[in-house]
């Protein structure tokens, strides 16, 4: 027994230092991509870049090296910082050249199975057309109702915080936000209302309640076992969803109830459509529709379909409530841009009033130029993903928008990427690039919007807004129009209801758990909280 796991051993031990040796020699023509002095063996400089207020030493660096540059993992491995516009259209742009790194498409499997996310080549276009009619523009403005009711709800359950004669609340706005964003996952995505603004009882919706917050959170142990990971085949990688972790723990029981509910929903649609109902365009009805398929372009086994379900949760309900809580932050901070914000809500709703409408609609949404700006200039500043990793599959010379500078100080507008190098696809940095942006790139400044300002369109990128917030490409954000109307309807019923402030004595940072959350500057914990100061709006 003793010599099989002495062998065992030996054998982990070889692979790891042959895969490292190979590592070194294919990254070794990285070696003149400036980047910031490693400053440990063990960590190189991921501690900085990752822990503590996420992006300020990355901005730092990105302004000190360029659009690109070079970073040194755990145990000397080197990765590409990349936010150039053109190189990250390259990598974004040829998913074959540059698919996930394994081990981040087991992270993908491990948090919401086998669906579109964690798909690759002709599988995942075979999700993304069976998906894709439930995310188009016409669909959406359908649930647009669904929508309005469920900000409605959260704006009302909030006012239930206010006991007779209180002029002010303070209020964690986290669980608030990410409740709704759930419960509009649930009615729009799949017919499936959880309640959870109205009571916790349901216990799937329990299940996701700081799901990534508490799972995800970064610690110098979770940088080195991450690097020790893509090391390993991806039958050892597996072993690792067992392990009898807190955080592993969460997340299984999370899968668990999900399945069941994902289970639970598919056979009933099943038992609709056998009936003869007509078919509509949400998300549930494609993915079931595409499980009894016998086209094999658009055929999905029960497995994919399950999938789906747990990866629509995720991906549609941390990124939404994140981006709205970093947007209530901002406004709470400017007391007159929230005030001139609320007016332009005030007026929309008086025209819909004045031509007869008893309440918004859809289109509204589009001439509201101050809501947007605060919409565009949030996703800009507080990306809810603020890089994406991708792994070189073959040798690529990849085009640069903007020249950097070599350590033989030459200037180049082209770099060549080794096979097996990790590109970390910085859309927080590209999202704060002078170039594109302004001086004030690293300002929240809401009239960088305004017509008569004109951004840098040398520089296109992304899905919306020229942002990299939704990433671009064949896998940048299915949801993004879905989380545009959530978003504003969010702010929309919030601000008219309440202003918001920052309590005294409250300072916040953003940290990194595979979204950036908030956390109150000090807090031991550092679980995600977003505690402001709320007070009614007069009518
Ligand atoms: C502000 C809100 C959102 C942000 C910032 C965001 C951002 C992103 C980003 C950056 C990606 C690419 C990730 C990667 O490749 O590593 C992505 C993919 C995805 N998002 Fe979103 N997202 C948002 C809202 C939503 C919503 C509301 C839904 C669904 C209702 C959704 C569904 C998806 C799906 C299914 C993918 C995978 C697409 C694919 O691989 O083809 N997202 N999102």
Redesign the pocket.
């Known amino acids: 027994m003793f010599t099989l796991l002495l062998f065992a051993f030996a054998g982990l031990v070889l692979t790891l230092s042959t895969s490292v040796f190979f590592y070194y020699q294919k990254s070794n023509s990285l070696a003149n991509i400036r980047g910031p002095l490693s400053t440990s063996w063990l960590y190189g400089n991921m501690r900085e870049f990752s822990l503590g207020e996420y992006g300020v030493r990355a901005f730092q660096w990105q302004k000190l090296y360029g659009t690109v540059y070079k970073l040194m993992n755990c145990f000397g491995e080197r990765r590409l910082v990349v936010a150039d516009q053109k190189a990250l259209q390259f990598v974004?742009g040829n998913p074959q050249l540059f698919p996930?790194a394994p081990e981040?498409k087991e992270l993908a499997r491990i948090l919401m199975g086998q669906?579109?996310?964690w798909?690759e080549g002709p599988d995942?276009k075979r999700?993304?057309t069976v998906?894709q009619p439930s995310?188009a523009a016409s669909q959406l403005k359908a649930l647009f109702p669904c929508f309005q009711e469920t900000a409605r709800m959260l704006a009302s359950q909030l006012q239930n915080k206010f006991s007779t004669n209180e002029e002010n609340v303070v209020e964690d706005v986290c669980p608030w936000l990410h409740k709704a964003?759930l419960d509009i996952?649930g009615t729009?995505?799949f017919g499936h209302p959880f309640n959870s603004l109205l009571s916790d009882e349901n216990a799937v919706a329990r299940s996701y309640h700081n799901l990534l917050a508490d799972s995800m959170t970064r610690g110098p142990l979770s940088i080195v076992v991450d690097a020790i990971l893509q090391y390993m085949p991806v039958t050892l990688l597996r072993l690792f969803d067992k392990l009898p972790t807190k955080a592993m723990r969460k997340l299984r029981t999370n899968r668990a109830l999900t399945l069941g509910l994902a289970k639970d929903l598919v056979e009933r649609k099943l038992e609709v459509l056998k009936g003869g109902m007509e078919s509509e365009k949400d998300?549930l009805s494609q993915i079931v529709h595409a499980n009894v398929s016998q086209d094999p372009q658009t055929k999905m086994t029960p497995v994919e379909v399950y999938s789906?379900v747990s990866?629509?949760m995720l991906?549609?309900?941390e990124?939404?409530a994140?981006?709205?809580i970093w947007a209530l932050y901002e406004l709470a901070q400017d007391p007159e841009l929230q005030d001139k914000v609320r007016e332009e809500i005030r007026e929309t709703y008086a025209a819909a009033h004045a031509r007869g409408d008893t309440d918004l609609c859809a289109t509204d949404l589009d001439n509201m130029p101050l809501t947007t700006a605060v919409m565009k200039e949030t996703?800009r500043f507080h990306?809810?993903?603020p890089m994406?990793?991708r792994k070189a599959a073959e040798d690529s010379i990849v085009p640069l928008a903007q020249s950097i500078t070599t350590v033989s100080g030459e200037v180049v507008n082209e770099i060549s990427i080794p096979a097996d190098t990790i590109v970390i696809?910085n859309?927080a940095g590209y999202n704060r690039l002078e170039s594109v942006w302004g001086p004030d790139a690293h300002l929240f400044n809401i009239s960088r919007w305004a017509k008569e300002r004109k951004i840098s369109h040398d520089a296109t990128l992304g899905m919306y807004a020229n942002l990299?917030?939704?990433?671009s490409g064949?896998?940048?954000?299915?949801?993004?129009r879905?989380?545009?109307i959530?978003?504003q309807m969010f702010l929309i019923e919030l601000l008219k209801t309440f202003r918001f402030s920052i309590p005294p004595g409250i300072r916040i940072k953003r940290e990194l758990a595979l979204v950036t959350i908030p956390v109150v500057d000090g807090d031991p914990t550092r679980s995600q909280r977003m505690p402001l100061q709320l007070s009614l709006v007069e009518e």
């Open positions: 974004l996930r981040h669906g579109i996310f798909a995942h999700h993304r998906m995310f964003a996952i729009a995505a998300v789906q990866t629509i991906a549609g309900e990124t939404v994140n981006t709205a996703l990306p809810a993903l994406s990793l696809a859309s990299a917030t939704f990433l064949p896998r940048g954000c299915i949801g993004y879905f989380a545009l959530e978003f």
